[in-house]
């Protein structure tokens, strides 16, 4: 069956880096458009950044254009996503997604495959 399995999250200090890492199984990884997800305490979960299967092109919700950079590697099938100069607003479970395109990158129903969800904690 489908996995998608994030690893990489923890507690930093803001100003911090952290880099996440969610690696796919049972499924066509390069056929898929994979994405990132959080979702802060109390709130509902929101995009935060997707990359397209073939092209490599990224897309990035503006709280964190600038700041964070997802990547891919199709032969690991895993994807990325670095996070720089993190603030007590990042603070969230970090959920990687893949959706076969067409899609809506922001809508969550876009996307066939979730992982479980990796915390990470910004400190101010």
């Known amino acids: 069956q489908v996995q998608l399995v994030e690893s990489g999250g923890g507690l930093v200090q803001a100003g911090e880096s952290l880099r996440l890492s969610c690696a796919a199984s049972?499924?066509?990884?390069?056929?898929?458009?994979m994405a990132w997800f959080r979702q802060p305490p109390g709130k509902e979960r929101e995009f935060i950044a997707a990359v397209q299967r073939s092209s490599g092109s990224a897309y990035y919700a503006d709280s964190v254009k600038g700041r964070f950079t997802i990547s891919r590697d199709n032969a690991k099938n895993t994807v990325y996503l670095q996070m720089s100069s993190l603030k007590p607003e990042d603070t969230a479970v970090y959920s990687c997604a893949a959706g076969r395109p067409p899609l809506t990158r922001l809508k969550t129903a876009s996307y066939d495959y979730w992982g479980q969800g990796t915390q990470v904690t910004v400190s101010s």
């Open positions: 049972g499924l066509t990884f390069s056929s898929y458009t």
